[in-house]
């Protein structure tokens, strides 16, 4: 297959750390995968790896975890059942499990899935398990954040992408990168903001406490077989739009916004808009979701 030759000016595709707040990582390691099974066994054979909960981790992002208990997963040597696996790991002092599922809103979306509360007391029962509903989102939101952070024997590893951790996403058509790298930090640091924010204003939680600190750095550029990567995020601007929302069973009101992005993100857009500008020839695009807000002066052939 043909490819582009080397760019001397890529840093032009990604946005400017100083402005967007988005770190440009080198030294990366990246594993695409476009088949969710590939992806599930991937992370399964990541999770066997936790020996010790002291140092070891396995921290979940999701959209949907609502048919949680028939997943399975291939992991030398069997197949097993995701949360069988969680469970082993978290009950036998080899891992802490967290998980942040989006909670869906019933009053806002009644008939729509998932329903993530049986995963989340699932994780709840673990030994060294903590789970909540994520409903810290504006009216109509969702989180759709869908990872994994996984800290075993080999260090640390990432996914980000658009596979939930759901058996009914088997066939789906969508990716799921693997990061090795300082971007695998960056993922974690993620998980951190969206963990330490809800911390006082969710619902109770059997485990609170997370397993080590993330460390952000550019990382090392020089190694050839490696790839450069920045990592963007969608978070709502809570404050405007009526806020996020607010749990009504809570004593004392958490701010309308998020700690972390007071005034939102938008990175993952500004992203698409700075890679349509630099284009020159030829623009493929497949997505779920295409809307027509974009700022009509974003490049010169708009």
Not at 141 to 151: D, E, R, T, W
Request: hydrophobic content about 35%; some cysteine; aromatic content about 10%.
């Amino acid at each position: 297959m043909d490819v582009d030759p080397p760019d001397a000016g890529f840093r032009r595709w990604f946005l400017d750390p100083t402005t967007s707040g988005r770190t440009i990582t080198y030294g990366n390691r990246v594993q695409a995968f476009i088949t969710s099974p590939d992806y599930w066994n991937d992370l399964g054979t990541a999770i066997q790896g936790c020996a010790d909960e002291t140092r070891h981790f396995v921290y979940l992002l999701g959209w949907s975890m609502s048919d949680f208990g028939h997943m399975e997963i291939v992991t030398s040597p069997k197949t097993v059942l995701l949360g069988d696996l969680l469970a082993d790991v978290a009950n036998h002092g080899r891992a802490a499990v967290r998980a942040m599922l989006w909670k869906n809103l019933r009053e806002v979306f009644p008939k729509v899935e998932p329903d993530n509360r049986a995963a989340c007391t699932h994780i709840n029962m673990l030994k060294n398990g903590g789970a909540y509903l994520d409903a810290r989102v504006l009216k109509f939101g969702s989180h759709h954040q869908k990872g994994a952070v996984v800290n075993n024997a080999d260090g640390l590893v990432a996914y980000m992408g658009g596979i939930d951790l759901d058996p009914s996403r088997a066939n789906w058509n969508d990716v799921q990168i693997r990061l090795i790298g300082p971007a695998a930090d960056e993922v974690m640091a993620l998980f951190y903001s969206r963990w330490t924010d809800a911390q006082p204003f969710s619902e109770p939680v059997h485990r609170w406490d997370l397993v080590g600190t993330p460390t952000v750095s550019p990382g090392d550029y020089r190694d050839p077989d490696t790839l450069t990567v920045q990592i963007v995020r969608t978070f709502g601007n809570g404050r405007k739009h009526g806020g996020l929302h607010v749990p009504p069973t809570l004593h004392h009101a958490p701010p309308p916004y998020y700690r972390f992005a007071p005034d939102g993100e938008h990175t993952v857009y500004d992203l698409l808009k700075n890679a349509i500008t630099q284009t020159k020839e030829t623009i493929y695009m497949q997505d779920q979701y295409l809307f027509d807000s974009m700022d009509a002066t974003a490049g010169p052939r708009s």
